[in-house]
């Protein structure tokens, strides 16, 4: 009996604690399971900034066709310079992104092609490579904003006039989209909603989104930076080591300015990345 009753609490006891992380995770955890995070339409500018927009692409031949000319075809009414840094690719990335620019000459939009340089010790591939994307885009006329792109994300065509738009109007150094990740494959329908619901756990978007709250975050597939903001925290050099680079950068923004950030969901924008298996995820 004796056994049997302790079996009986140590499992009444694992309950309770349970359902008490439970009610502390619902009650106290700034509702982040909501989707009310959207960006939405903002208010006509009079006048819309210059950005540039940079793109690490290391062998993405195969979505770039769709995801750059999606940046070609924004309906964003002010200069846009598009920046494709190719990281040492091997299936012809940067010819075809040169064959994409061709295709799409007469819409107003520059593209500059950077050969990437060899991986210094200290950095990771993507930030070395945004790192040289963004030293390019400070050459010349130099953007106020500057949009960091995975290659794999296919832009709504209104969606860099939003995001500038919700900077402007809403004075954020910093906006950037989680943006709809593809969940089609077993694997894709198995982890990728857990991972959605995992990190907004983790980084309620309310409370990133809260002047008066520290955590900062943001998604790095999407973000709209402010150059003044980026040159501040020490340019992308200051995350180069950092577990978690984009959270980091959102962090360092929020903490060494007036913390105007600003973190939400897209249904319109999305990944073309496929994970067709677990170790595809497992990479990412």
């Known amino acids: 009996m004796l056994i049997d009753f302790l079996r009986n609490f140590g499992f009444s006891a694992l309950a309770g604690v349970a359902l ?13 399971w909501t989707t009310a995070w959207q960006l939405e339409d903002g208010e006509d500018l009079s006048v819309y900034p210059p950005v540039c ?28 310079r598009i920046i494709v840094v190719d990281d040492r690719s091997s299936d012809g990335t940067a010819a075809i992104a040169a064959q994409i620019a061709g295709e799409n000459s007469g819409k107003n939009r520059e593209l500059t092609l950077v050969s990437g340089k060899p991986l210094p010790s200290g950095w990771t591939g993507k ?63 198995l982890l990728i909603p857990p991972f959605v619901f995992f990190f907004q756990k983790l980084y309620p978007f309310a409370a990133a989104n809260n002047p008066r709250r520290s955590l900062g975050a943001a998604a790095g597939g999407c973000i709209l930076l402010k150059r003044e903001a980026l040159e501040r925290i020490g340019g992308i050099g200051a995350i180069r080591q950092a577990l978690i680079d984009d959270c980091t950068l959102a962090q360092l923004v929020k903490s060494s300015g007036e913390g105007r950030i600003w973190l939400g969901l897209s249904r319109t924008t999305c990944s073309l990345r496929v994970y067709d298996s677990l170790s595809s995820i497992w990479e990412w």
């Open 127 to 189: 930030l070395w490579a945004l790192e040289q994307g963004i030293t390019a885009a400070c050459q010349g006329d130099v953007p106020d904003y500057i949009l960091l792109s995975d290659a794999d994300i296919e832009h709504d065509r209104t969606n860099l006039r939003r995001l500038v738009a919700k900077a402007l109007g809403d004075s954020r150094e910093l906006v950037s989209l989680m943006v709809k990740l593809r969940c089609e494959s077993f694997w894709e329908r």
């Open 20 to 32: 008490a992380i439970w009610v502390g995770l619902i009650g106290f955890r700034d509702r982040f």
């Open 53 to 80: 927009a940079v793109i690490p692409a290391r062998n993405e031949a195969e979505v770039l066709p769709a995801t750059l000319r999606s940046l070609f075809e924004q309906d964003y009414p002010g200069p846009l």
